[in-house]
T-cell receptor, first 113, second 117 residues
Framework: AQSVTQPDIHITVSEGASLELRCNYS??????LFWYVQSPGQGLQLLLK??????LVQGIKGFEAEFKRSQSSFNLRKPSVHWSDAAEYFCAVGTGTASKLTFGTGTRLQVTL | GAVVSQHPSWVICKSGTSVKIECRSL??????MFWYRQFPKQSLMLMAT?????????EQGVEKDKFLINHASLTLSTLTVTSAHPEDSSFYIC?????????????FGPGTRLTVL
């Protein structure tokens, strides 16, 4: 069975600083990988996804992520964080044609001004 | 495009009553919808996979008689929490997989917060 680990429960960064959120997955085949953002009381918004091809994926809101097969990682990065980026971030792995998603436990991002 | 709605957005009910939550894909057809449950400050846990015209597939540990799922059309799936109890209080989120999607991307609804008194 697949699993996703987000080692950082809570991260605080200053506005304008760079950000990297870690995600490691476990799955026997090539996974579909996703990063979602959730604001308080809201559903999930897709930031970016990786299915195949270029391992550096660009997403919305200036986010990017890099798939590293050798490390089973899919870390999310942003060069300059904005206060509006404060939210909960979830990494997820999808498998199979029905694409059932397994989510990590999430990383709460706090942005200080 | 690819908008998913949920109704209601929040609901409060008495213990022992049943609550129905609707999930609609507004601008696309979805043969598959998913229902998730999220406890406060925790991740989303997949409850079941709902396929149009067939019985839902429940994840291990999810009581199918308590969480009834109906996917009667290509744009609507419903989750009914039967005989709700306080421990069923949670944030329920649905997602929909577009019929013609070649990339297996799900689109999520905004969620429904259920509080059982």
């Amino acid at each position: 069975a697949q699993s996703v680990t987000q080692p950082d429960i809570h991260i605080t960064v200053s506005e304008g600083a760079s950000l990297e959120l870690r995600c490691n997955y476990s799955y026997g085949a090539t996974p579909y990988l996703f990063w979602y953002v959730q604001s308080p009381g809201q559903g999930l918004q897709l930031l970016l996804k990786y299915f195949s091809g270029d391992t550096l994926v660009q997403g919305i809101k200036g986010f990017e992520a890099e798939f590293k097969r050798s490390q089973s990682s899919f870390n999310l990065r942003k060069p300059s964080v904005h206060w509006s980026d404060a939210a909960e971030y979830f990494c997820a792995v999808g498998t199979g044609t029905a694409s059932k998603l397994t989510f990590g436990t999430g990383t709460r991002l706090q942005v200080t001004l | 495009g690819a908008v998913v709605s949920q109704h209601p957005s929040w609901v409060i009910c008495k213990s022992g009553t049943s609550v129905k939550i609707e999930c609609r894909s507004l601008d696309f057809q979805a043969t598959t919808m998913f229902w998730y449950r999220q406890f406060p400050k925790q991740s989303l846990m997949l409850m079941a996979t709902s396929n149009e015209g067939s019985k839902a597939t429940y994840e291990q540990g999810v009581e199918k008689d308590k969480f009834l799922i109906n996917h009667a059309s290509l744009t609507l799936s419903t989750l009914t929490v039967t005989s709700a109890h306080p421990e069923d209080s949670s944030f329920y989120i649905c997602s929909a997989l577009p019929w013609l999607a070649g990339n297996n991307e799900q689109f999520f609804g905004p969620g429904t917060r259920l509080t059982v008194l």
